[in-house]
């Protein structure tokens, strides 16, 4: 499995021989959204596989699984540098909004930084639901996309000199914080990653060891299942429906595939 854009091309339904050009990453990253989940399955489940590159490739292009940021911008990294583009990951520390501070996790987010026209662009796929779809220049021009509105402020403090900033569609009409990440740390060897996937699987502050959370893109909004309950936003409207096991598992199948 040495050919990484052909295969992840055929999981999100695109022609095999498709390179995008630098304007048709957003078509890559919403297709992309469509079709790998961002899911933590794998940990809740206790069938963690040691985080390599040969591992991440069969995690989502042999059993067709999503993951987490890692796992997600793991593979599109792979897949935009195999296409021609000059990319590093970096990791990033991600913000609470429930404790108005950023997590106690350190830094476990991981993100794609991509250099094109003489500018730095964060090109993000694994940011759960709240993925910009788009790449987002260093600059501070603000992105807008069917998720929302995403702008990148300079701001150096202990956990990275630049920030992610959203307004999310239907959710919030004033600027949050999403995360900080350190341009000047960047990610020198893909097994690093190794490193994040044990602290998210295992630290008692990580909110992906706990419950089972998988979300994607739809044609139409994003859909989201928990253990307890789906959720659903439709062209701006958003319905929930409570789940016993049995329909959290019919589901699980029938919307994600995992």
């Not at 940021?69 to 909004?97: I, M, P, W």
């Not at 004033?174 to 020198?188: L, N, R």
Request: some cysteine; hydrophobic content about 35%; overall charge negative.
């Amino acid at each position: 499995m040495d050919n990484v854009q052909q295969d992840l091309n055929r999981r999100i339904g695109m022609e095999e021989s498709w390179s995008p050009a630098f304007a048709e990453i957003p078509v890559l990253l919403k297709a992309f959204a469509k079709a790998v989940p961002f899911e933590n399955m794998a940990i809740i489940e206790d069938r963690l596989t040691p985080f390599s590159e040969q591992s991440l490739k069969e995690k989502i292009l042999v059993r067709g699984e999503g993951g987490l940021c890692y796992d997600l911008n793991g593979l599109l990294y792979l897949y935009l540098k195999e296409a021609g583009f000059s990319v590093t990951l970096v990791r990033g520390v991600v913000y609470h909004q429930g404790k108005g501070d950023f997590h106690d996790i350190g830094r476990t987010h991981v993100l794609i930084l991509l250099e094109h026209g003489g500018e730095s662009w964060v090109v993000d796929g694994g940011f759960g639901g709240n993925i910009p779809l788009k790449p987002v220049p260093l600059t501070g021009e603000v992105v807008t996309s069917a998720n929302g509105d995403f702008r990148i402020a300079k701001e150096d403090i202990s956990h990275g000199d630049y920030i992610l900033q959203m307004k999310l569609s239907y959710r919030s009409d004033e600027w949050q914080k999403g995360y900080a990440f350190d341009t000047t740390k960047p990610v020198t060897d893909l097994n690093e990653l190794a490193e994040v996937q044990k602290t998210v699987s295992v630290h008692p502050e990580s909110p992906f060891n706990r419950s089972p959370l998988l979300t994607k893109r739809t044609d139409t909004g994003s859909v989201t299942l928990t253990k307890g309950s789906m959720t659903e936003w439709k062209d701006g409207r958003l319905n929930k429906k409570d789940l016993d096991d049995d329909s959290f598992n019919e589901y699980r199948k029938k919307r994600f595939n995992v």
